[in-house]
């Protein structure tokens, strides 16, 4: 069984704990920027928003969207009293580790701000602005004192014991058959002046510097509270200097493993760029050139271990100064034909064999950013628009099929995702012993029982093969991180693409499971959501997510049990399950 679950429980296989699969990608693909938009990036932004849902921790509320996921997460307590159910679930797992999370919630909030009026076009702001939110108050919440951040959540394995990672079921019941028992606080971290991380705080500072930004016009109060931990943090990166890569406390062991960090001088930089950003303080622009110039070696990758491009981005977007914008044009020559990195066969850009479709996300985004500030119709745009283009565009179908879950043609059906596998509502090895239901997600040709909608997958081979199989896990790994940037350039190919070509999508027609015969507790949307119904002809409010009309889906996976409205009060499931798991602890 110990076999079974090394083999099956792939957290993120980007650390030395695995080797990666060859890269042999040798090719230059030349491409032609289509005229009108070749995809529905509408659909794939609402769908990419969706698959975030299927990532929530704690407590849902009264309208969740996914029928199969309920409330979870019932022992997530500090030491301190800290309230650590929230955030967001790393990937197939449970896990809350803290750089990761910090950098998909600074990039999600980047989104909004680089590209927030195309968003709110296609009414797809005020869904944005709750994922940030739903990320950021889980980071408020590990500011457990003046001394002490979470910087870790969850036991992914204890010695050669999986525990997360070999655990099948769904989140909703993990206190009930986690493998030796072992609960998430057993895992927690503390962040302070003898076990410190200039990456994790600085990045997190980052993330709330960011959010400040995004909520200050609609929420003054929080907005200064954001920037207050993003300076407090900061400060805590600054004055107590080191990696998490030193630590010696054994919850930080896998942390090294699957997210090994390069430095921190980048995140530092990163941190101060968008307290710039938030306070058009100058002292903080200096601090982030001084940090950009420590890292300045490390100008070809930009992801959650990577923000020297992301740094320079922002920075030019925000100053247009030259010595940003040379650093970002140096990022992009790394990419662009005759640069350092090839593309595979069919023009993906290949330079990691892990998530490569993330990482070239990552560089369209940075690429339409730095666009958008020299104007789409400038000159020297157009290379990097069409290399943007060309990257989503293979993700969306260009190489033949789709990589999305739930979108486009051959969409993948097969992610390697738990929930989504194994539902509350749809259980069938509950209670099995976790070797058996380690064996039956890897090695079972089932599909996934409900749909992952908008989940970017890992990627291909460099040779551009794919296997849609939860074993090949290289292939069919979904992450947090990966839809990050993902979201955000979808989004910005609505703002180049002209916003007036596209129509909000909804929720209408997607199969969500709630047609499903132990479905319960529906959602009451209201007659004014046109949303997350098949209502039409709501009226909008400022900031509210309205639209007109329905949507046509290019998924292939509809059903009309439709979110039209159903009352159901409370939430008796999560709430007898909750009394279960209570009684077994008891």
Same mark, same amino acid.
């Given at each position: 069984?110990?076999?079974?679950?090394?083999?099956?429980?792939?957290?993120?296989?980007?650390?030395?704990?695995?080797?990666?699969?060859?890269?042999?990608?040798?090719?230059?693909?030349?491409?032609?920027?289509?005229?009108?938009?070749?995809?529905?990036?509408?659909?794939?932004?609402?769908?990419?928003?969706?698959?975030?849902?299927?990532?929530?921790?704690? /407590?849902?509320?009264?309208?969740?969207?996914?029928?199969?996921?309920?409330?979870?997460?019932?022992?997530?307590?500090?030491?301190?009293?800290?309230?650590?159910?929230?955030?967001?679930?790393?990937?197939?797992?449970?896990?809350?580790?803290?750089?990761?999370?910090?950098?998909?919630?600074?990039?999600?909030?980047?989104?909004?701000?680089?590209?927030?009026?195309?968003?709110?076009?296609?009414?797809?702001?005020?869904?944005?602005?709750?994922?940030?939110?739903?990320?950021?108050?889980?980071? &408020?919440?590990?500011?457990?004192?003046?001394?002490?951040?979470?910087?870790?959540?969850?036991?992914?394995?204890?010695?050669?014991?999986?525990? /997360?990672?070999?655990?099948?079921?769904?989140?909703?019941?993990?206190?009930?058959? &986690?493998?030796?028992?072992?609960?998430?606080?057993?895992?927690?971290?503390?962040? #302070?002046?003898?076990?410190?991380?200039?990456?994790?705080?600085?990045?997190?500072?980052?993330?709330?510097?960011?959010?400040?930004?995004?909520?200050?016009?609609?929420?003054?109060?929080?907005?200064?509270?954001?920037?207050?931990?993003?300076?407090?943090?900061?400060?805590?990166?600054?004055?107590?200097?080191?990696?998490?890569?030193?630590?010696?406390?054994?919850?930080?062991?896998?942390?090294?493993?699957?997210?090994?960090?390069?430095?921190?001088?980048?995140?530092?930089?990163?941190?101060?760029?968008?307290?710039?950003?938030?306070?058009? /303080?100058?002292?903080?622009?200096?601090?982030?050139?001084?940090?950009?110039? #420590?890292?300045?070696?490390?100008?070809?990758?930009?992801?959650?271990?990577?923000?020297?491009?992301?740094?320079?981005?922002?920075?030019?977007?925000?100053?247009?100064?030259?010595?940003?914008?040379?650093?970002?044009?140096?990022?992009?020559? #790394?990419?662009?034909?005759?640069?350092?990195?090839?593309?595979?066969?069919?023009?993906?850009?290949?330079?990691?064999?892990?998530?490569?479709?993330?990482?070239?996300?990552?560089?369209?985004?940075?690429?339409?950013?730095?666009?958008?500030?020299?104007?789409?119709?400038?000159?020297?745009?157009?290379?990097?628009?069409?290399?943007?283009?060309?990257?989503?565009?293979?993700?969306?179908?260009?190489?033949?099929?789709?990589?999305?879950?739930?979108?486009?043609?051959?969409?993948?059906?097969?992610?390697?995702?738990?929930?989504?596998?194994?539902?509350?509502?749809?259980?069938?090895?509950?209670?099995?012993?976790?070797?058996?239901?380690?064996?039956?997600?890897?090695?079972?040709?089932?599909?996934?029982?409900?749909?992952?909608?908008?989940?970017?997958?890992?990627?291909?081979?460099?040779?551009?093969?794919?296997?849609?199989?939860?074993?090949?896990?290289?292939?069919?790994?979904?992450?947090?991180?990966?839809?990050?940037?993902?979201?955000?350039?979808?989004?910005?190919?609505?703002?180049?693409?002209?916003?007036?070509?596209?129509?909000?999508?909804?929720?209408?027609?997607?199969?969500?499971?709630?047609?499903?015969? #132990?479905?319960?507790?529906?959602?009451?949307?209201?007659?004014?959501?046109?949303?997350?119904?098949?209502?039409?002809?709501?009226?909008?409010?400022?900031?509210?997510?309205?639209?007109?009309?329905?949507?046509?889906?290019?998924?292939?996976?509809?059903?009309?049990?439709?979110?039209?409205?159903?009352?159901?009060?409370?939430?008796?499931?999560?709430?007898?399950?909750?009394?279960?798991?209570?009684?077994?602890?008891?």
């Amino acid at each position: 069984a110990l076999l079974v679950h090394l083999l099956a429980t792939a957290p993120v296989v980007r650390g030395e704990a695995e080797h990666d699969p060859p890269n042999h990608a040798a090719s230059t693909v030349s491409y032609t920027l289509p005229t009108t938009a070749k995809y529905d990036y509408a659909e794939v932004l609402h769908k990419s928003f969706l698959f975030y849902h299927a990532q929530r921790s704690g /407590d849902l509320g009264p309208n969740r969207r996914l029928a199969w996921r309920g409330n979870s997460c019932f022992i997530c307590s500090g030491p301190n009293g800290e309230d650590l159910s929230g955030g967001y679930y790393e990937a197939a797992n449970t896990m809350k580790w803290g750089l990761p999370l910090a950098f998909t919630v600074t990039q999600l909030a980047w989104n909004v701000y680089a590209f927030g009026d195309a968003m709110a076009a296609v009414n797809e702001l005020k869904e944005a602005k709750e994922g940030v939110k739903w990320g950021v108050d889980y980071l &408020v919440n590990c500011i457990s004192s003046p001394e002490n951040f979470v910087g870790q959540f969850g036991v992914s394995a204890v010695g050669d014991t999986d525990i /997360d990672f070999g655990y099948f079921g769904p989140p909703e019941e993990y206190e009930m058959w &986690v493998p030796e028992h072992i609960m998430h606080p057993a895992g927690l971290s503390y962040i #302070n002046s003898t076990n410190p991380s200039s990456e994790i705080l600085g990045e997190t500072a980052a993330t709330l510097a960011a959010a400040s930004v995004i909520f200050k016009n609609d929420d003054a109060d929080y907005s200064a509270k954001l920037l207050d931990h993003a300076k407090d943090l900061y400060n805590r990166a600054t004055t107590n200097i080191g990696s998490y890569m030193k630590s010696t406390d054994p919850n930080m062991k896998t942390t090294k493993e699957w997210y090994p960090s390069s430095l921190f001088y980048d995140e530092l930089a990163w941190g101060a760029a968008w307290l710039y950003v938030a306070t058009k /303080d100058e002292s903080y622009r200096t601090l982030a050139d001084g940090w950009r110039h #420590n890292a300045s070696d490390h100008n070809d990758e930009y992801s959650w271990d990577e923000k020297l491009p992301g740094t320079n981005a922002l920075l030019f977007a925000e100053t247009g100064e030259d010595t940003y914008k040379t650093g970002v044009e140096a990022f992009m020559a #790394n990419f662009f034909p005759g640069g350092s990195v090839k593309q595979t066969a069919k023009g993906l850009i290949y330079g990691d064999s892990w998530g490569s479709l993330s990482y070239a996300a990552n560089i369209g985004f940075v690429m339409m950013v730095y666009a958008k500030k020299l104007g789409y119709q400038h000159p020297n745009s157009t290379q990097p628009i069409t290399t943007a283009a060309q990257q989503i565009n293979y993700a969306l179908g260009d190489c033949g099929r789709s990589w999305v879950v739930g979108f486009g043609e051959g969409s993948p059906i097969r992610p390697y995702h738990k929930s989504s596998y194994n539902s509350f509502i749809d259980y069938p090895l509950r209670g099995k012993d976790n070797g058996v239901q380690g064996d039956d997600f890897l090695n079972s040709n089932t599909t996934n029982r409900f749909i992952l909608y908008g989940a970017l997958e890992g990627g291909p081979a460099w040779d551009d093969t794919f296997a849609d199989n939860r074993a090949r896990y290289e292939f069919t790994e979904v992450t947090q991180d990966y839809n990050a940037a993902f979201t955000g350039l979808n989004a910005a190919f609505i703002d180049y693409y002209g916003h007036s070509n596209f129509k909000a999508f909804t929720d209408c027609g997607l199969d969500l499971g709630w047609s499903h015969p #132990n479905a319960s507790n529906f959602p009451n949307w209201g007659d004014n959501d046109c949303y997350h119904t098949c209502n039409t002809n709501c009226t909008a409010s400022s900031g509210s997510n309205s639209s007109s009309g329905s949507n046509s889906s290019s998924s292939g996976h509809k059903s009309n049990d439709g979110m039209t409205g159903r009352k159901v009060a409370g939430w008796g499931a999560a709430a007898a399950l909750a009394g279960a798991i209570a009684a077994l602890l008891a």
